[in-house]
Nanobody
């Protein structure tokens, strides 16, 4: 059974930092591209904010570029998202997701972790 379990969310003030973790089990981690999505509210679309193919190849949305950093540990089967210089507009549920290399769609999802930024 594939499981993606996020942790590390919380309530912080603008300018603070958080580190999200996603522990993966039940799949061959090295065969998967890992991504972090966020959804500010249930009625809003889920947005891809960062993805990592390997430690030399990453993607960031314009809204988080320069503030967030994605990384992965293939031995621990864990993907991380370091969130720095947080803004109120970063408030969202953050989801970890996995897609098999060479495919388009993310097929495995975590349950999400809430990040709230308020002054």
């Amino acid at each position: 059974q594939v499981q993606l379990v996020e942790s590390g969310g919380g309530v912080v003030q603008p300018g603070d930092s958080l580190r999200l973790s996603c522990a993966v089990s039940g799949l061959t981690f090295g065969n998967y591209v890992m991504g972090w999505f966020r959804q500010p509210a249930p009625e809003k679309e889920r947005e891809l904010v960062a993805a990592i193919y390997n430690r030399f190849s990453t993607y960031y949305s314009d809204s988080v570029k320069g503030r967030f950093t994605i990384s992965r540990d293939d031995i621990k089967k864990t993907v991380y998202l370091q969130l720095n210089a947080l803004k109120p507009e970063d408030t969202a549920v953050y989801y970890c997701a996995a897609k098999f290399r060479g495919t388009q769609n993310y097929t495995h999802w975590g349950q999400g972790t809430q990040v709230t930024v308020f002054s």
